[in-house]
């Protein structure tokens, strides 16, 4: 069974089966769970590794792979929305327009279509990225600080 499936950035961290408990530790801090506390440790965690987060126009979900999803919000095809390897790889996409950019300028990051102009919703609905709407038509962004916030 496993407990802690990831755990990023902390390499001494472990989970051990220990008759009827579970072990879990965390940089040297242990924590004994009876297994039903444990499970519920391990779906609370499930949970808040697969957030979604709902904005305006858009919408963020965090996957368990590490993976990160710009969709438009309440829409539900594949064309609605654009995955990412991970929320670190759309920080970077943050940081290569312009200070001031149009969804037009996001075509240089790979983006295409109708895609470029839910990313760029998104970046100005986050709060980690500090973009703001300078303009509806044409559709354009303004970056608000030098570097892009951590989530």
Known sequence: MRLVEKFAGSPDCWAERRGDRVVVSVDGDEL???TD?????RDSLSDALTARESFMNTAGVRRPDGSYVVERRGADSAG????FESFDALRGRCR???ETFTAEDLSATGLTAGRRHMVLWHLVEH????VA?????PLTAEKTATEVAEP
């Open 37 to 41: 506390d444990a499970e519920q440790l």
């Open 96 to 98: 290569r327009p312009p």
């Open 127 to 130: 709060p980690a990225f500090p």
């Open 32 to 34: 004994v769970l009876p």
């Open 133 to 137: 709407l300078a303009s509806r038509q």
């Open 80 to 83: 609605n929305r654009k995955v």
